[in-house]
């Protein structure tokens, strides 16, 4: 064990259990980084000592840690545990009120130290920093009396920090203020700075003169609400990560992505020429002109942010660059958003949810028809979406206005009431995905088989209101069977999600799926107890099925017998059918 050059953690013995201190006194030849624990339980500065710490010189990092439940006494504890003067980085963690050891707040031994981590002391002042002229990370959490920090206080002076990289403030209660002296470029190589849970800090030099942070890549602040009045965010295009959380109030960047939730600060919209992704939520300060500047994004969601949508914003703008837009909690009317939509001539992707005043315009340049390019569509708890549209035996006639451009390829619906009638899908014959989940009031009127042809996803599971637990499936499926337009072995259909186990395995339907379907879920069907010879001798028919669950079939008893007999089953999957 002499020998030993590894060594991870040791903890002290404590209750009997972990080692003596003068055990790690004889592992001389130790490199790497160490964590000595427990620390509270040694009793001296000579007990200490026999740790031997000031021997290895192979040692890089090192961290003493005393625990939380125990008040350390003013003892010399740490003199005894000085380490090698070679060593790159120290932690010193809750070592209560023991005071600094002289080896750090004297004349410091360890000037080779890179990073520096100190946490729950009460040191005053806090090491000469301009004694450690390589250090480029620097912790400090949780300490007792600091509530100014820079030069002049706390130990740190104009040539303090010279090479420093990272700083990280944590669970600072009494932190006030970082100061600086004027025209002073301390910490202007700083890349990263961190703070959180300093509730009293209001001023940092940041946020008076954020242009001599030219390196600064980082900044992470987290529970400190007297922090406001930022400079435009972010301050130059080379920061590449932000995180301001305060009182419900958020920044997220990271270069590409940017999402704000109720933060009211400024935002330098010129230094975001590389995001692609934007999240606006409970904001009103943002214009759509502000979001015509950034030449890279993408996909645009809004959520709560009625304010940002007005009649002459939509006469003016257009943002070409987006391709998928969001809109959640919006309260605005179907006039508006007519024209909004108008603002993104490439979308290819729509996604709209409780938006509950929200009714789409069945008029010529209605409903989503301008949108040329839309290959995809989500609709979810609005209520009123389609509210406007007829609900006819054939939605409104086959030459009626759809509300869906023909480009489409996928669609999902659910928790949608005002979704009635499949007539008002009858032009997408180009569908690829479709989803149809939880309209209670939806019906097969005007339904065209030819939109299920090129489907290889599908997945129903509406409901008729009128007729608890009866699903559209059966109907919607049978049609299918019977449509001369449709013939057996067309279809190209490789996953089906459905709610009904007796709509699904009969001859004609497993016929017409039999080709392609390689995945095969039953969703929901309460109806079913047991598997009839008919349905048995339907399942055999989908000879390249590879995956076959069953979910929620409460009342579902057995699975059915042929199951050995599918060949090409890779996989089955049995989830909350209780009584199986």
């Known amino acids: 064990m002499k020998c030993l050059q590894e060594l991870k953690e040791f903890h002290v013995k404590k209750e009997g259990v972990g080692f003596e201190l003068r055990e790690l006194g004889e592992l001389g030849e130790l490199k790497g980084e160490l964590r000595i624990c427990n620390l509270e339980t040694v009793a001296s500065k000579g007990e200490a000592s026999a740790a031997k710490l000031k021997n290895k010189k192979n040692l890089k990092g090192l961290k003493l840690v005393w625990g939380t439940e125990h008040q350390t ?4 504890v740490l003199d005894g545990l000085q380490p090698h003067p070679n060593l790159r980085v120290l932690g010193i963690i809750n070592p209560g009120v023991a005071p ?31 004694q450690l002229p390589h250090l480029s990370s620097l912790t400090l959490k949780n300490i007792a009396g600091l509530s100014v920090f820079g030069p002049g206080f706390s130990g740190v002076t104009e040539r303090s920090f010279m090479h420093l990289k990272t700083l990280e403030f944590e669970n600072m209660p009494e932190l006030v203020e970082w100061v600086r002296e004027p025209n002073s470029h301390l910490f202007s190589r700083l890349e990263s700075i961190k703070f959180r849970g300093c509730p009293l800090l209001t001023l940092f030099p940041f ?16 529970n400190c609400p007297k ?12 920061i590449t990560c932000i995180h301001v959380k305060n009182d419900g109030s958020e920044l997220l960047y990271d270069g590409k992505e940017l999402c704000i939730e109720g933060y009211a600060g400024a935002l330098a919209f010129h230094s975001m020429d590389k995001v692609e992704v934007m999240h606006i939520t409970d904001v009103s300060h943002i214009s759509f002109s502000d979001l015509q500047k950034l030449n890279s994004l993408r996909s645009l969601y809004f959520k709560k942010c009625d304010d940002m949508f007005s009649a ?6 257009v943002i070409c660059s987006v391709q998928k837009l969001g809109i959640k909690e919006l309260c605005i009317t179907g006039e508006l958003f007519s024209k909004i939509l108008k603002c993104f001539p490439a979308l290819s992707q729509l996604t709209m949810g409780e938006c509950e005043s929200l009714e789409l315009l069945p008029v010529e340049d209605g409903g989503l028809l301008g949108l040329e390019m839309l290959q995809s569509f989500t609709g979810y708890n609005c209520g009123k979406l389609f509210s406007r549209w007829p609900k ?18 996928e669609l999902r619906i659910f928790l949608e009431p005002s979704m009635q009638s499949m007539g008002l899908l009858s032009n997408l014959t180009s569908l690829t995905s479709l989803a149809l989940s939880s309209c209670m009031e939806f019906t097969m009127d005007g339904f065209n088989p030819l939109i299920t042809v090129n489907l290889k996803k599908f997945a129903v599971d509406a409901m008729y209101s009128k007729q608890e637990n009866m699903s559209i499936a059966g109907d919607l499926l049978s049609e299918i069977a019977r449509s001369k337009l449709v013939r057996a072995g067309s279809f190209q259909l490789e996953e089906f999600l459905v709610d009904s186990i007796s709509a699904v395995l009969t001859a004609p339907i497993c016929s017409h799926l039999a080709a392609s379907l390689h995945t095969l879920m039953f969703s929901s069907d309460e109806r079913a107890t047991t598997f009839t010879e008919e349905q048995e001798q339907a399942l055999q028919l989908l ?10 079939c409460y009342n579902l ?3 059915p017998q042929g199951l050995r007999d599918l060949s090409s089953l890779k996989r089955l999957t049995i989830l909350g059918c209780e009584k199986n």
């Open 543 to 552: 000879a390249f099925i590879k995956h076959l669950e069953f979910r929620y």
């Open 227 to 238: 922090l406001s009045q930022f400079p435009p965010m972010p301050h130059t295009s080379t």
């Open 312 to 317: 002459e914003m939509a006469d003016s703008v």
């Open 73 to 76: 006494i003013d003892d010399d």
């Open 392 to 409: 006819g035996e054939a939605g409104g006639g086959a030459r009626a206005i759809k509300p869906f451009p023909t480009s489409l390829k």
């Open 207 to 222: 946020m008076e003169c954020s242009d001599l942070f030219t390196n600064l890549c980082s900044l992470h602040i987290e």
């Open 557 to 559: 008893q057995s699975l």
């Open 100 to 130: 600094c050891p002289r080896w750090l707040c004297g004349d410091i031994s360890t000037k080779r130290l890179e990073s520096l981590h100190l946490e729950g002391l009460s040191w005053c002042p806090l090491p000469a920093f301009e």
